[in-house]
């Protein structure tokens, strides 16, 4: 093989690096997810048999706008899967990024209407779900957080985990659940150093002087008291982060390490169609609990039925199924 060859492919398996840690670190938390027996039983969760209705002017109509819109997005999202070919699912991973977000937060916007916390800010939205995150109200497969200081990250409910390995890499296969959790740590760890970047980018760009050097000049180098100053304001870094980083990467030049990447799409777009669905059961029977059995069939049978029925029509049936007696309204 030619020198110049080599390089070119040299080249091209570097930028594939990026894609096949996201690769594993989704297969991750699918499996995560997946391996939970009990992850369909709400009922173990003491906020779950405690959840009311908290906002008394709630519009009903605003509630069926957004699952409607968390649905249309989802049915999108998962049309990818229905395509037998990986250079479509290739693709295709620029608008499955942010839809696969977007679905899961409209869900979760709908759920924080009925307990008047609802916020059209992003970052706030997500910080409110880190708090209930924190609270334990949300069932185990989706508790997993980071938190902490720089260089002093604390990873919680993360049951098998032991702290990450002195020789863990990202690209190593996953055969087990303490594989898996130590991806999920791993990424938790990236995408709370990345919240950090950019809010000290923001800061830069807003002249902070308490980042100011002896020359009145933003400095360049930080040390751990400056980074801790940027760390206090950063909340539980959780599983939507990791979904909000997936959305902010669906730009072009973000895109093009999974266009040179050599992974399985069609697996890694069900993995990502698995964790989308947990979220979505968890903040629909959430709501379902909130505003009764009635009125939640009202939103979901309003909704053209072939559009969903293998995804929230299916749910629902998980959510009688295993929690019989606790959709009617409280």
Known sequence: MKPRIIKSFDEQAKKAIPSKVFFNHFSAIAMHINQSKNRFDLKSNDYFNRLKLKNRTLDLNLVKKLLWNSWSTEYAFKMTGEVDNDDYYKFALHW???????????????????????????????????????????????????????????????????????????????????????????????????????????LENAKDPRFFNNSGKFRKTFNKSHWDLIYTTIPETTILNMLYRLRIKANYHDIESFINADI????????????????????????????????????LNGFPKHLNESTANKRYELFEKHNPKTSSKS
């Not at 069932?139 to 990450?164: D, Q």
């Not at 059961?281 to 709501?287: A, G, N, P």
């Open 264 to 299: 399985n799409f069609n697996r890694f777009h069900q993995y990502l169609s698995d964790i989308v669905s947990y979220l979505n059961f968890v903040h629909e029977s959430y709501i379902c609990k909130v505003i009764g059995k009635v009125e939640y069939e009202k939103v």
């Open 96 to 202: 499955n990024f942010p839809q696969a977000y977007y679905t899961v937060y409209l869900g979760m916007t709908a759920f924080h209407e009925t307990q008047n916390i609802a916020s059209d800010q992003h970052e706030k939205s997500i910080k409110i779900f880190g708090n209930s995150v924190k609270d334990k109200h949300y069932p185990l497969p989706i508790s997993f957080s980071c938190s902490g200081l720089h260089e002093e990250f604390e990873y919680k409910r993360l049951i098998k985990f032991n702290g990450i390995p002195d020789n863990f890499n990202g690209l190593s296969s996953i055969n087990c659940i303490e594989d898996a959790q130590n991806q999920i740590a791993s990424f938790l760890k990236s995408t709370r150093k990345k919240n950090a970047e950019v809010k000290r980018e923001k």
